[in-house]
């Protein structure tokens, strides 16, 4: 399902996690990740640090998500679940801390709909529209139920005060999203309070038709 057995995405799930704290988009024990196998999940356990993850050490899940070895996963893991449970073609979830993008979900007046304008082709191909919900205590079912809400229509959501959480058709693909939604929004800060421009209402559908994005 995913294109890699289980080993070789153990160790896909580290080597970019590794890549993503050294390069600065997620902090101390914050983030998780996850991945759909054939009959179940791998996710980051609890408390771990994206940094310096183990592959034998990762949380696997049945596919009902009951734990069948490694480590307490995530606090988080309901979202995750309910995330899978609403998009059955994603692979891959990433859920970082990183800056811009958690700066951006503090933001007041956003659209719910699509919190971060379209300023490159590459966010629209890569991110689509970005909702955001309300806040809600991390590790939540109230988190949970809204993530899930929200993500029957879309790849990439904002959790408002928390921070991002992407899923793909894999792994990788979700981590990719994950970096272009955090250079989108630090473009957003860049280009605050200068005169702004985005891609047009018909840019974006002409990309969309290119390379069969969902409408935003």
Request: charged share 20%; with cysteine.
């Amino acid at each position: 399902m995913t294109g890699l057995d289980e080993q070789e995405l153990r160790l896909e799930i580290c080597r970019f996690g590794a890549s993503m704290f050294q390069r600065g988009l997620t902090a101390g024990a914050s983030g998780n990740l996850s991945a759909r196998l054939a009959a179940g999940f791998l996710v980051t356990p609890t408390n771990s640090c994206l940094g310096f993850l183990e592959p034998s050490k990762l949380t696997k899940l049945d596919a009902a998500g009951r734990h069948l070895d490694g480590p307490p996963a995530t606090k988080e893991i309901g979202m995750h679940l309910c995330i899978y449970q609403a998009r059955p073609s994603a692979k891959g979830i990433v859920h970082l801390h990183s800056t811009y993008a958690t700066a951006l979900s503090c933001l007041e007046d956003l659209d719910p709909a699509n919190a971060l304008a379209p300023l490159t082709p590459y966010v629209v191909m890569r991110v689509g529209s970005l909702a955001l919900v309300p806040y809600a205590m991390p590790g939540s079912n109230e988190l949970a139920e809204l993530v899930q809400t929200a993500a029957r229509g879309h790849s990439a959501v904002l959790m408002a005060n928390h921070g991002p959480v992407v899923s793909a058709n894999s792994f990788a693909d979700a981590v990719y999203a994950a970096e272009e939604l955090e250079e989108a929004a630090k473009l957003y800060f860049i280009t605050t309070n200068h005169s702004r421009r985005q891609l047009t209402d018909k840019q974006v559908s002409e990309l969309a038709e290119r390379f069969r994005i969902p409408p935003r």
